[in-house]
Structures are given as structure tokens and as C-alpha cells.
């Protein structure tokens, strides 16, 4: 058994094939798309694709070399893909048709700045390698385990049956957590998890007996903690006098909270962690001030959905590579009572989850 793993976001195509004992054969992505793009392969030299415009794109060169290196698209048991959003109707991995494709198609509105990519990579791929099983594998899903109450938004209750709720994401990333985390640290899964998903994008879930019962992104993936380049959680009324006394449109104030923001517009500096930390500017350090103290808010959030927490696990480029975070959010939680011995660094993989869920419908 071969499974292939397909993860698209705006500006790049990650890529991973697995045996069927989900053993990594290799990895590689498509990066810089839409600007300087390139193929990566890990243990190959890379090399620039200047035609590479979108992910669908990307795709055809990935599968270009992939062919070319002995893995020919019709060869894989089952194309297993991130989707970032399921709605409340696909909360499982699910092998993909017309209808499927319908439906999924018909969420884009709750998420257009992410899923279209995935989306439009799933119907190439369909259409590349029609016979081969196209697995999709839904970053909110992990979620769909919280209670009502945690996915209600303070608005007419009207609202709640258009599809106007608290979702989450970086569930795929989190389900690898709950399973890899027991083989990391030698003990059962703790019963109350805090889990941190810290990278361009961040969460927090709140994981009691391995399941979702809270996590800080909602509706959106703007919500919850301050991010690289998006604000995190931010009072409405702001946004409500930048559009009547600034007078920014839709567009402008959607650029400003996913693109403009985050700590890239509280530095002025980068939204990339490492140069923020490696900076003597006191914007940085302000920057990285207010990530620390606002992610450990966020973390404490999360304490009344368990009665408590007995461990805490950083996951993601930040949480996974940037220990002086890592210590300055947990100093914020001392309190919390989480002994050091089970504070936890789990590597963040989500194309393993997508593997597994492939492989588990082929």
C-alpha cells in the first residue's frame, strides 16, 4: 500500500508519501506560489518553477516528479487531503465524488481565504488520477466533540442554524497530538490537556479524555491568539469604527485582519517569531511581550471547559522550536500548578492524520 498526502495553502503545496505501515517514503512542497516558487524535496537539491501561479499548479509539477521518481499518481491505494473546513456535516475523513465535491464546494463562504486552495487542489487530483480513491481529512473535525455551549455565538439564536457558530481548527494537528503524545512522554494521555498549536497560525484546545471540549479559533481562523499576521481575538467595536471612521471597505479591513496584523503589526518589524526574538528593537520585544501574555490569557480560557489541567503540550514551528515562548507562557500559568515534568513539545504532523485517515478507508 502507497498513500499519498496532499496539504495546500495559499502559497505553497506540501506533499508526503507513505507505505502502508504509514512509514514516510519522502516529503516535499511547492513554495513560494504566486511569487518566487519552487520545488522542494527533502534530500534533493531544489529548484525554481517559475510558471507555478496556484496550488493546482503546484500540483502538476509535484506530480510531474513524483512520476518521474517512481510513484505515478494511478499507482497510490488512496490521495488523502487537508481540507480546512467540514461544516458540521463531514466530522470524519471521507472518500470524495461528485457529491461530495458539491458540498464541500458549497462551504467556501465559511472559509474563503483557505479553503478554496484545498478544494481546487481535490478536484485536479480527481481529475489527474480518476481511479485512485481522493480521501478528504477536515481540520475542524476534531472539534465536533465540544458541546453545544462551547460552539454558540453570542448573536440571534437565528443565526446558529445558518451556520454562524464556533468550529475550530488545527484539528488534524491535534489528533496527532492526543496519539503521539503517549509514545513521547511514556505515560497514558493526560485526562486534562492543554494542547498548543503555535505557528503562523495558533490555537489552544482544551483535550479532556483525548477529545475537544473548547479551542480558542471559532467561527474563523482570525479568533483566539495573536498570530503571525492575523489579530486573534479583537474587540468588535474596533472593527465597526475602522469602517465608519476610517472608512474601510470589506476588503481593506479583511486584508488588515488576516494580512497587516498579529505581531507583524505590532512590531512593525516581521511576523516571523525567530527574527522577533533575535531583534534588539523594543517593538519586537513588545511584540513578544504581548504574544506571550496574551496566549497564556487564552490558555487559562480553556481551564473551566476541563475543571483543571494536568499537562500542557506546544506543538507547531513556535511552539515546537522556540523554548524561551515556551518557558515566558508558562511562567504566566504558574498558578495552573503544571509541574515542568509534564509540559510537553510534541512535533506538529498533520500529513501522518491524513495519512492514517486515508489508509484506514482504502
Known amino acids: 500500500m502507497k498513500i499519498l498526502v496532499l496539504n495546500a495553502g495559499s502559497s505553497s503545496l506540501k506533499f508526503a508519501v507513505f507505505d502502508g505501515k504509514l512509514k514516510l517514503v519522502l516529503k516535499g512542497q511547492v513554495s513560494g506560489i504566486g511569487s518566487k516558487p519552487r520545488l522542494e524535496i527533502d534530500g534533493h537539491?531544489?529548484?525554481?518553477?517559475?510558471?507555478?501561479?496556484?496550488?493546482?499548479?503546484?500540483l502538476l509539477v509535484a506530480a510531474e516528479w513524483l512520476a518521474a521518481n517512481g510513484h505515478e499518481p494511478e499507482q497510490f491505494n488512496g490521495i488523502g487531503h487537508r481540507i480546512v473546513h467540514g461544516g458540521t456535516q463531514y466530522v470524519t475523513p471521507v472518500v470524495v465524488n461528485d457529491e461530495v465535491q458539491r458540498d464541500l464546494d458549497a462551504l467556501r463562504a465559511l472559509a474563503p481565504l483557505h479553503l478554496p486552495f484545498g478544494l481546487s487542489v481535490l478536484r485536479e487530483m480527481r481529475r489527474v488520477a480518476p481511479e485512485v480513491p481522493n480521501i478528504?481529512?477536515?481540520?475542524?473535525?476534531?472539534?465536533?466533540?465540544?458541546?453545544?455551549?462551547?460552539?454558540?455565538?453570542p448573536i440571534p439564536r437565528s443565526y446558529f442554524d445558518k451556520g454562524y457558530r464556533r468550529y475550530g481548527f488545527h484539528g488534524l494537528n491535534y489528533q496527532h497530538v492526543v496519539e503521539a503524545l503517549p509514545h513521547v512522554s511514556g505515560k497514558p494521555l493526560p485526562r486534562r490537556l492543554l494542547a498548543a498549536h503555535l505557528g503562523s497560525g495558533a490555537s489552544m484546545c482544551a483535550i479532556f479524555d483525548g477529545k475537544s471540549v473548547a479551542t480558542t479559533m471559532g467561527f474563523s481562523t482570525a479568533d483566539g491568539l495573536v498570530m503571525g499576521t492575523r489579530t486573534g481575538s479583537i474587540d468588535p467595536g474596533v472593527l465597526v469604527a475602522l469602517m465608519r471612521d476610517e472608512h474601510m471597505s470589506l476588503e481593506q479591513l479583511e486584508d488588515l485582519l488576516y494580512r497587516r496584523s498579529g505581531l507583524l503589526g505590532l512590531s512593525g518589524i516581521s511576523p516571523d517569531m525567530r527574527v522577533l526574538l533575535a531583534s534588539d528593537r523594543i517593538e519586537a520585544a513588545e511584540a513578544v511581550d504581548y504574544y506571550c501574555y496574551s496566549a497564556a490569557r487564552h490558555a487559562a480560557s480553556l481551564v473551566p471547559a476541563m475543571d483543571g489541567a494536568d499537562a500542557m503540550v506546544f506543538t507547531g514551528g513556535v511552539g515546537e522550536n522556540a523554548g524561551a515562548i515556551r518557558a515566558r507562557i508558562m511562567g504566566h500559568l504558574k498558578w495552573l500548578g503544571i509541574?515542568?515534568?509534564?509540559?510537553?513539545?510534541?512535533?506538529?504532523?498533520?500529513?501522518?492524520?491524513?495519512?492514517?485517515?486515508?489508509?484506514e478507508l482504502v
Open 339 to 359: 509541574p515542568p515534568e509534564h509540559v510537553y513539545v510534541v512535533p506538529a504532523n498533520e500529513e501522518l492524520t491524513i495519512a492514517r485517515g486515508a489508509r
Open 45 to 58: 537539491p531544489s529548484r525554481e518553477v517559475p510558471h507555478v501561479t496556484t496550488p493546482s499548479e503546484g
Open 136 to 153: 478528504a481529512c477536515f481540520d475542524t473535525a476534531f472539534h465536533a466533540t465540544q458541546p453545544e455551549l462551547a460552539t454558540r455565538l
